[in-house]
């Protein structure tokens, strides 16, 4: 049995409700800064509480360890803006989705209350980015069977969000978040992973190209953006058909 620490819920400032509305799922500290960052800094100014829930330590990294990532991964969340940041102290490079690791998991998302959840998407070359994304999923649904475990009433997640960025196959995403007033947000987030990035020419799902890292992240940025005629963007993919109320409020030209 892991044992999660209570010294990983941290908040900016002071303790205060766990709860939150956007909560992103991923195997280690920096994932998700790397795929979803500027959309949490948007959702935090709009108003939003949001969260992320790293679910190891990034002990089993080439460079630096637990404890320098830790400390990176405080300086990411303030960046960005976030309220809450997790860790389950689950192994890092020793993923997997069995039960111990679901009831962690679970625990969480009773505590946190989201509506929505994002998550790794389900194909990538690291076993824990794979596993991650099914582990989120599985449990999301658990956590709200009233019969299931202990600790915190039922909550399940309205939408589960899979973010896309860097994927090299031929999904599409079902929609980009326009990320251009919040995009250097997300870049100064990801240079306070320095034991990672500084020098690195790839990272994660991120294949080297012979450019700088933080180069080809904008690069790459850019390239969804200009699929929404924006500068920035951040593309996800969803299972479900997506509600539209009003068709003339519909964005990016079609010719």
């Given at each position: 049995m892991f044992?999660?620490s209570?010294s990983?819920?941290?908040v900016?400032?002071?303790?205060v409700s766990?709860r939150v509305d956007l ?5 280690h500290?920096?994932?998700?800064e790397l ?15 949001v969260?992320i829930?790293?679910l ?19 300086r990411a ?9 997790l860790?389950?102290g ?6 997997a ?8 998991v679970?625990t969480?998302v009773?505590q ?6 994002i ?17 989120g999923?599985?449990?999301?649904y ?5 019969k ?8 399940r ?8 960025a860097?994927r090299?196959?031929p ?13 250097e ?8 992973y320095?034991s ?5 020419k ?6 080297p ?5 933080y180069?080809l ?7 969804y953006g ?6 920035y963007?951040e593309?996800f ?9 009003d ?9």
């Amino acid at each position: 049995m892991f044992r999660v620490s209570t010294s990983a819920f941290r908040v900016q400032g002071a303790s205060v409700s766990q709860r939150v509305d956007l909560l992103a799922i991923a195997a280690h500290r920096d994932d998700v800064e790397l795929t979803c960052g500027g959309t949490l800094a948007k959702a935090v100014r709009a108003g939003h509480r949001v969260g992320i829930l790293d679910l190891t330590q990034g002990e089993s990294g080439t460079h630096g360890d637990a404890g320098i990532r830790a400390a990176e991964a405080e300086r990411a969340a303030q960046a960005l803006g976030v309220h809450v940041r997790l860790n389950a102290g689950l192994p890092d490079a020793h993923l997997a989705n069995d039960e111990t690791s679901r009831a962690i998991v679970v625990t969480w998302v009773r505590q946190t209350r989201p509506r929505v959840v994002i998550l790794p998407f389900p194909v990538g070359r690291h076993p824990d980015h794979r596993i991650a994304s099914e582990l989120g999923r599985d449990a999301c649904y658990l956590a709200g069977l009233a019969k299931y475990g202990s600790g915190g009433g039922p909550h399940r997640p309205l939408k589960l969000l899979y973010a896309l960025a860097y994927r090299e196959d031929p999904v599409k995403p079902t929609f980009v978040v326009d990320v251009s007033d919040t995009f250097e947000a997300k870049m100064t987030a990801i240079r306070c992973y320095a034991s990672q990035f500084d020098g690195a020419k790839a990272a994660g799902e991120i294949f080297p190209t012979g450019q700088d890292l933080y180069e080809l992240i904008r690069v790459q940025s850019a390239h969804y953006g200009s699929l929404i005629r924006r500068r920035y963007g951040e593309p996800f993919f969803c299972h479900e058909t997506l509600e539209v109320q009003d068709v003339l409020q519909l964005g990016v030209q079609s010719l």
